[in-house]
């Protein structure tokens, strides 16, 4: 059986009042929890990505069309942190910004992964950070052994 929603779609409806209570929440609740996390943008069904004139390319669907009925023109290579910055409207990242209306539910995902992405980014820029002044601190103690006396330790 199905109800109709405050926007006139239909929602399923059951007489037992246990299973009410999901459905009372509507759409946005069945959608979020049908919405498992990105592992990366091109699981997105939005973001086409494809191949033309043996060139990488890729096109998001969220974008309204041109004023002439055209879609918008397609970004070439598939860079998958410029399809999160596009999707996200994340400024001074050399792509163009999304100007479609994104629901919610989206809006969160597409969210979520550039914040993983952002995490992960910073984690390994740590772990380079670590591995450099190590390295210099090998290269010093490297130097200082070979000859003591041309470069005394710093006091």
Same mark, same amino acid.
């Given at each position: 059986m199905y109800n109709n929603d405050e926007? *006139? !779609?239909?929602?399923p409806y059951s007489d037992n009042e246990e299973e009410?209570? /999901?459905?009372? !929440?509507g759409k946005t609740a069945v959608v979020a929890s049908a919405l498992p996390p990105l592992k990366n943008i091109w699981e997105c069904p939005q973001i086409l990505n494809f191949m033309? @004139?043996? %060139?990488k390319m890729w096109t998001c669907a =969220?974008? +309204?069309?041109? /004023?002439? *009925? $055209?879609? +918008? %023109? /397609?970004?070439?290579? =598939?860079?998958? $942190? %410029?399809?999160?910055?596009h999707i996200c409207r994340i400024p001074h990242e050399s792509v163009? !910004?999304?100007?479609g209306v994104i629901p919610p539910e989206y809006a969160s995902r597409y969210k979520d992964l550039y914040l993983r992405q952002v995490m992960q980014r910073d984690t390994r820029k740590g772990a380079v950070d670590q591995l450099d002044?190590?390295?210099? @601190?090998l290269q010093d103690s490297a130097v200082s052994a070979i000859s003591p006396l041309a470069f005394p330790a710093p006091q």
């Open positions: 926007d *006139g !779609l239909e929602v009410q209570a /999901p459905m009372a !929440l033309q @004139d043996n %060139k =969220w974008c +309204p069309n041109e /004023p002439d *009925g $055209t879609r +918008p %023109k /397609p970004f070439l290579g =598939w860079h998958g $942190t %410029k399809a999160v910055a163009r !910004l999304c100007s002044g190590a390295i210099v @601190d």
